[in-house]
């Protein structure tokens, strides 16, 4: 039986039309995370291409326009200003603005994890997180946390610029993983959508698993099936930025070679990117995540 409370209306667990209610709302759920996973394929598809096959990096960076320029930085950080005037209304991504939110459901998952093992407290790595994107499309999830320091490692120039424009309380821009570690151990490290563009990856990765977080999460990065790494040329499109960039595909167990033994993989999700292109090798973007073996065997 139905009842009227404050205007809502109540329907008993169990009932017929609960369940109707529950479907309905599920499908509705469906279609939206659909709707915004094929615009969101829309948008990356044909806006970035793969182009050649390089011996190494060396070669790809001498065709390369590199991601330095100041049209970049600026287009980034006006997109990105845009999306904190809009109070939640507009959502950022890669100098791109949408109206519907990309919400990273995964690294969601395994943020509120780690805050939950930790007391409700997190403190997060954000290596390559440009003036806050991953922030702001999590933190809505976030607010009721116990504690939430979100710190961000870019360029010399992002973090100049992310700390005048952008920094909060919670939000901190830095220019080394060691400036984050002399200040607070993070729980989390992330590399969204990042290593890729990397001269040396995995320094990067060794410098960040040598501060020991529990956990560390690689999303949206780009894999193929053979075992070394390849390297091509990727081109954007002028409606984000103009630029051609140096781009790495890892081999399928590259990133668990280099963390090993001091991290081991926990899990494997899919991320929005679409399959691309080297050549005739299939480039597949996923998301890894991996678990400090100090932490389970100190557990």
């Known amino acids: 039986m139905c009842s009227i409370h404050n205007g809502a209306i109540s329907v008993p667990w169990g009932s017929g039309l609960f369940v ?10 469906r279609k939206m995370l659909l709707r915004s996973y094929s615009f969101a394929k829309r948008f990356i598809g044909p806006s970035q291409t793969l182009r050649g096959s390089f011996p190494n990096w060396q070669a790809a960076c001498r065709e390369s326009t590199g991601y330095d320029q100041p049209i970049i930085l600026e287009r980034l950080a006006k997109a990105a200003e845009d ?15 949408f109206a519907e939110p990309i919400t990273p459901f995964p690294l969601l998952a ?4 780690a805050a939950g093992k930790n007391e409700g407290s997190l403190n997060v790595l954000d290596f390559g997180g440009g ?9 809505p999830f976030l607010t009721h946390l116990s504690s939430l320091r979100w710190d961000i490692v870019e360029q010399e120039n992002v973090a100049a610029a992310g700390k005048q424009r952008f920094a909060t309380d919670i939000l901190r821009f830095y220019s080394t993983i060691d400036e984050v570690v002399s200040k607070q151990t993070p729980e989390v ?11 040396d990856p995995y320094a990067v990765l060794a ?21 070394e790494d390849i390297f091509s040329l990727q081109i954007v499109s002028d409606d984000i930025f103009p630029a051609r ?53 100190e557990g």
């Open 20 to 29: 109707a209610r529950e479907r309905f709302g599920r499908t509705l759920a």
């Open 83 to 97: 999306a904190v005037r809009s109070d939640g209304q507009l959502y950022e991504r890669d100098g791109v603005l």
């Open 110 to 113: 395994l943020l509120l994890l």
């Open 131 to 139: 003036f806050g994107s991953t922030y702001r499309q999590c933190q």
């Open 189 to 199: 490290v992330i590399f969204s959508g990042v290593l890729q563009y990397l001269n």
């Open 207 to 227: 410098s960040a698993s040598a501060c020991k977080p529990s956990m560390i999460v690689v999303d949206r990065n780009p894999f193929w099936d053979g075992d």
């Open 245 to 297: 960039l140096p781009f790495r595909v890892f081999g399928s167990n590259s990133l668990e070679t280099a963390l090993a033994p001091t991290y081991r993989k926990l899990s494997e999700f899919d991320t929005v990117d679409p399959t691309m292109l080297v050549g005739l090798d299939t480039v597949r973007f996923r998301g890894k995540v991996f678990e400090c073996t100090l932490s389970i065997q």
